[in-house]
C-alpha cells in the first residue's frame, strides 16, 4: 500500500498523520507560538524516522487547505506541494469543512467551524462526503435555519490530519489527486487585505 503523509496547521493546534493506503499508522499533535512553518519539517522528519519511512517512499502528501488561517492554510499546502514537487508525488488539498464531516456517522453532515467576528463556516456533506449545501461563512443562527432536515451538526473539535489522510487515499485510489502546481486554498471568505483592497 501507498503512504500518505497529510498535515494540518490551518488552526492554534494542528496535526500531522501517517497512513498506509486506508490505515492509519500515527496522527500527531502539534502546537506551536511561533507558526507552524517554524517546526513543521522536524516534525514531519521525526515521524517518519519513527515508522522507518522516507521521503520517497510517500505516494502522496495532503494538506487541510481551509478554512481557517490564512497564514496557516498556505504553511501546509506551500509545504506539501514543495514536497510533492521534490519527490515527484501527488497531493490532495482537503477542505477542512469535508475533514470535520468524517468523523460524522449521519447520511446528511453538517460541520461547522469558528470563522470569528460572529461567524462560522458551514456546509453539509452526506454519507459518502459528496457536497450537499455550499460551504459558506455567516450567523450560526442563519446557517442552522437553513440546513435540511436530518442534517446533524458536526462543531469542531477533533484534530484534523487523520481525516485529511482518510480523504487523500481515498481520491488518490480514485485517481483524483493532483500535480503540485495544481491545488489551491480553500478560503470561502476573502482574506481583511483583499476586502480592503476591493473597499479602496
Known amino acids: 500500500m501507498p503512504f500518505i503523509l497529510a498535515l494540518d496547521t490551518t488552526g492554534d493546534a494542528g496535526s500531522l498523520a501517517l ?57 501546509g499546502l506551500t509545504a506539501v506541494k514543495g514536497l510533492a514537487d521534490a519527490s515527484d508525488a501527488k497531493v490532495v488539498g482537503v477542505s477542512n469543512l469535508q475533514a470535520l464531516a468524517w468523523f460524522g456517522s449521519g447520511d446528511l453532515r453538517a460541520p461547522c467551524m469558528d470563522a470569528r467576528r460572529g461567524e462560522i463556516y458551514g456546509a453539509v456533506y452526506d454519507g459518502q462526503l459528496h457536497l450537499v449545501q455550499d460551504e459558506t461563512v455567516t450567523l450560526y443562527d442563519a446557517w442552522a435555519a437553513s440546513l435540511p432536515e436530518g442534517a446533524v451538526p458536526i462543531p469542531q473539535g477533533p484534530p484534523l490530519a487523520r481525516a485529511v489522510a482518510a480523504i487523500a487515499w481515498q481520491r488518490f485510489e480514485a485517481g483524483d489527486a493532483q500535480d503540485a502546481a495544481s491545488i489551491d486554498a480553500n478560503y470561502v471568505r476573502r482574506s481583511d487585505a483583499e476586502m480592503m483592497w476591493r473597499e479602496l
Open 19 to 75: 497512513a498506509n493506503g486506508p490505515t492509519l499508522i500515527e496522527e500527531v499533535a502539534i502546537t506551536t507560538r511561533e507558526g507552524f512553518g517554524q517546526i513543521l519539517f522536524g516534525e514531519l522528519e521525526q515521524l517518519l524516522a519513527r515508522h522507518e519511512v522516507t521521503w520517497s517512499d510517500i505516494a502522496c502528501f495532503a494538506s487541510a487547505a481551509g478554512p481557517g488561517s490564512f497564514t496557516g492554510v498556505r504553511v
